[in-house]
């Protein structure tokens, strides 16, 4: 496997559920990010982790809730959330924190809340 | 709150025509950038301007920062049906961990 990517590519779940996403880097980077993209509204990005480090938590919903096991690996686990959750969740790499480096996007995880 | 206004929201061209994309704030920018996102994928970057006034090209596409580094714009020419996509400007504003503002995005459709 290259680049970046994501697990599921699709998720139905109910207000009740906990579920988690998975996201792989294979490119040596030392940043990892989480972002939302829905339909109505620009893409947001939720939270930045470098060498395992959350640095960035933009006013992110406690139902969301990242971890970084190391710089590989970035997790999204999701419990209670709301139909208006329902959007592409993508993840992405970059060498260092920060937008001088390019960001390498995964696929994206739908997420439909139901 | 910054916003970035993409227009047009949606455009579908025949192949082989111009166009062009704007990307528009009341918000100064450090830095701009141009990604391309097709169905079923994340975005992929074009191109990082971070100059004002700058141009850069990258084949038949032509980028451009605003003078004051708010707006910007990109030209395609002679569109492809590979230019198909969701185009999204991003602007970045530096100081710690920078800062990102998303546009709306612009839909591109080129039929053959």
């Known amino acids: 496997e290259t680049g970046v990517t994501q697990t599921p590519r699709h998720l139905v779940m109910g207000m009740t559920n906990k579920k988690s996403l998975k996201c792989e880097q294979h490119?040596?980077?030392?940043?990892m990010y989480w972002y939302k993209q829905s339909a109505k509204k620009p893409l947001e990005l939720m939270f930045v982790y470098s060498l395992e480090e959350r640095v960035e938590n933009n006013s992110v919903p406690s139902r969301f809730s990242p971890e970084c096991p190391n710089s590989s690996h970035l997790f999204l686990h999701l419990h209670t959330l709301q139909p208006e959750d329902s959007a592409l969740y993508l993840c992405?790499?970059?060498?260092?924190?920060?937008?001088?480096?390019?960001?390498?996007f995964g696929p994206g995880t739908r997420l439909t809340v139901l | 709150t910054q916003l970035l206004e993409q227009s047009p929201q949606f455009l579908s061209i025949q192949e082989g025509e111009n166009l062009t994309v704007y990307c528009n704030s009341s918000?100064?920018?450090?830095?701009l950038q141009w990604y391309r996102q097709e169905p079923g994928e994340g975005p992929v970057l074009l191109v990082t301007?971070?100059?004002?006034?700058e141009v850069k090209k990258l084949k038949r596409l032509t980028f451009q920062f605003g003078d004051a580094r708010k707006d910007s714009s990109l030209h395609i020419t002679a569109a492809q049906p590979g230019d198909t996509g969701l185009y999204l400007c991003a602007g970045i504003n530096s100081g710690g961990y920078q800062k990102v503002t998303f546009g709306t995005g612009t839909k591109l459709q080129v039929i053959p």
């Open positions: 301007v971070v100059t004002g006034g």
């Open positions: 992405a790499s970059s060498q260092e924190a920060g937008y001088t480096d390019t960001q390498y």
């Open positions: 490119l040596g980077h030392n940043a």
């Open positions: 918000s100064v920018f450090s830095s």
